[in-house]
Structure formats: structure tokens, C-alpha cells
């Protein structure tokens, strides 16, 4: 007779006591996720989105834009985005769990993440309440945009931004974020 396997379900305490090892560790629902080094490819796409949306995210008070090392914690989750547009702490001495819920984050797949990164993180993302969830594919050369209040967008040629209470959009082409 077989016989299921208890999962082992993580703590923050324990992911803070993991070492600092080059690795990223997440903590999904009390899932523990170990990401490698990113590529230079996936460093490469995050420095373009980067200078695309730096200028328009300044220019329309939306925050700061975040790179990983940043978390954003959930109910007991803890996860470091590619990227995410969210306001800046009001206080230095604030901890993660009292930062802003971000208005954009973006994921870079990687073979490592791609399952992840279309599942567990897109729940959580958007039930903690990000507005726009982007998960860039580089096989594919695509951005897919996942909102709670539409069907998601797959694109292929532009990206249209349009944060909630802001006039302003923000077009991206595609080709120019793969390079």
C-alpha cells in the first residue's frame, strides 16, 4: 500500500534563517520556492522594462519601481518580484509586511519559474490585491497582463498600461523588451 507523503509547510521565520547563498527563496502559502541566479538574458529584459517604465511611473506620482531584494508579503507569503511599482514607506524603520500593495508586478519567466510564476504567484498576487499582474515570456516574446477585473491579455506587438486613477497610459513595444 503507498503511502502520501506529508509536505512540509514553511514559516517566514524559517525562510528569514535560510542562508545567503546567491539563491532566491520564496515562501508561497507555505510553499518554499529556490530560484537560481537569474540569466543575463532575464537581467537584460528586467534593465529595459526598467528604463521604460521608470520615466512614466515617475512622471505620474505612481511610486518607486522596485527590483528584487524588495518583498512583497501576503498572509504569511513572502516573494521577491523581477519588478514592482508600488509607493515607498513612509517610515525607514517600516517592515515588509507594512509596505503598500504594489500596483504592478512583473515576473520574468525562466524554466525554473514558468509553473510558479502561472500559478502560485498569480493567486497570490491577485488576492492580495496587485492591480496588474505582467508575466513576461522571452521563448515566447510575449507579455501576458493579468487584472482581477478583465480577462487576462496575451500581446505579442504593444502593451498598454493604465493604472487605475491615472489619465495618462503607457504604451510598450514588445520587440523592444526582448530586444
Do not use: C
Not at 517604465?53 to 522596485?66: C, E, H, K, Q, S
Not at 531584494?69 to 514607506?89: C, H, N, T
Not at 493567486?123 to 522571452?138: C, F, H, N, R
Amino acid at each position: 500500500m503507498h503511502m502520501a507523503t506529508k509536505i512540509k509547510r514553511w514559516t517566514l521565520e524559517e525562510v528569514d534563517s535560510l542562508p545567503d547563498d546567491g539563491n532566491k527563496y520564496e515562501l508561497v502559502r507555505g510553499e518554499l520556492f529556490v530560484t537560481p541566479p537569474p540569466t543575463d538574458d532575464h537581467e537584460t529584459i528586467a534593465a529595459r522594462l526598467t528604463r521604460i517604465l521608470d520615466p512614466f511611473i515617475a512622471a505620474n506620482g505612481l511610486g518607486m519601481l522596485y527590483h528584487p531584494r524588495a518583498v512583497m508579503q501576503f498572509e504569511g507569503s513572502q516573494v521577491e518580484p523581477d519588478l514592482m511599482v508600488r509607493q515607498p514607506q513612509g517610515s525607514r524603520k517600516a517592515t515588509w509586511s507594512q509596505a503598500p500593495t504594489p500596483i504592478l508586478i512583473v515576473e520574468i519567466l525562466s524554466p525554473y519559474t514558468r509553473r510558479r510564476d502561472h500559478l502560485q504567484k498569480r493567486s497570490l498576487y491577485i488576492d492580495a490585491g496587485v492591480e496588474e499582474y505582467w508575466i513576461v515570456d522571452p521563448e515566447e516574446n510575449t507579455v501576458k497582463s493579468i487584472r482581477a477585473d478583465r480577462p487576462e491579455v496575451v500581446s505579442r506587438d504593444q502593451l498598454v498600461w493604465a493604472p487605475t486613477g491615472v489619465g495618462a497610459t503607457l504604451t510598450l513595444d514588445i520587440a523592444s523588451i526582448f530586444g
